[in-house]
């Protein structure tokens, strides 16, 4: 349910929920669920529903248990804000993340009209991340949601980048991922994409991180863009020891 991460942008994963369903493109070949069937495979219990959408109220506990700490992805297998997942378990969630205030959450939503909704009753504090994932220009809406919500440090995630997104709106945005789609039948990232939205961040002094070109061997693929590392955080990290490794 939990576990230090090859995720190259955060330390952990913590997943008091599991399993998704599709919503937009972007989800095509989602990796979650590939890695969760092959658990399914290997006997996890957490796993036993496959890919449906299954809360672990045990995992609630899990944070507290972590002395050190941690920059943490929240439900790197799931959504929090899916619609199948009750107000009162996304309340008790963040009621988590609330108390073990050493650590830095980020969470990662594609359902931003939900969000949007919940999230004037929900507790945030400055260590509380909240992104949206934006695949392509089709979504774009999503981060005018995000922006909306009275999260400290709002980020987007465009990954799988599946085209161009000109004309990003950044304001009030804290950072930018971007990164190509990975695994069997892996859509192509053009570079000028990628090159573009770096610009744009530049432009704007919104911190930029290049995850991935992606691919069947990613590691092979590696993440320069333009023959350099792009590995900004943003801002609010400084205020605590935490940098990803």
């Given at each position: 349910m939990s576990l230090r991460t090859h995720i190259e942008w955060t330390e952990s994963t913590w997943n008091p929920v599991t399993?998704?369903?599709?919503?937009s493109e972007g989800c095509a070949n989602c990796y979650a669920e590939r890695l969760a069937k092959r658990l399914r495979a290997m006997g996890n219990r957490?796993?036993?529903?496959g890919f449906e959408v299954t809360l672990h109220p045990a995992a609630l506990a899990i944070p507290?248990?972590?002395?050190?700490?941690?920059?943490?992805?929240v439900n790197s297998m799931s959504d929090l804000f899916h619609e199948d997942i009750d107000d009162a378990f996304i309340r008790k969630v963040f009621d988590v993340m609330i108390k073990t205030d050493r650590h830095?959450?980020?969470?990662?939503?594609?359902?931003?009209e939900r969000l949007l909704e919940l999230a004037p009753s929900l507790p945030w504090a400055e260590h509380i991340w909240m992104g949206v994932t934006v695949e392509s220009r089709a979504h774009k809406?999503?981060?005018?949601?995000?922006?909306?919500?009275?999260?400290?440090?709002?980020?987007?995630?465009?990954?799988?980048?599946?085209?161009?997104?000109?004309?990003?709106?950044?304001?009030?945005?804290?950072?930018?991922?971007?990164?190509?789609?990975?695994?069997?039948g892996a859509r192509p990232m053009k570079e000028e994409w990628a090159i573009d939205i770096r610009n744009q961040c530049d432009?704007?002094?919104?911190?930029?991180?290049?995850?991935?070109?992606?691919?069947?061997n990613k590691k092979k693929a590696g993440r320069l863009l333009e023959g350099?590392?792009?590995s900004e955080m943003p801002s609010s990290l400084?205020?605590?020891?935490?940098?990803p490794s």
């Open positions: 399993g998704c369903t599709k919503i957490n796993y036993r529903n507290s248990r972590w002395k050190k700490p941690q920059l943490i992805f830095v959450y980020q969470i990662l939503t594609k359902r931003s809406s999503r981060i005018a949601h995000l922006r909306k919500t009275p999260a400290h440090t709002k980020f987007l995630s465009l990954e799988p980048l599946l085209g161009p997104v000109p004309g990003l709106n950044l304001k009030g945005i804290d950072w930018v991922i971007v990164g190509g789609e990975s695994g069997v432009a704007s002094g919104t911190p930029f991180f290049f995850k991935q070109w992606g691919g069947v350099k590392l792009h400084k205020a605590y020891a935490l940098l």
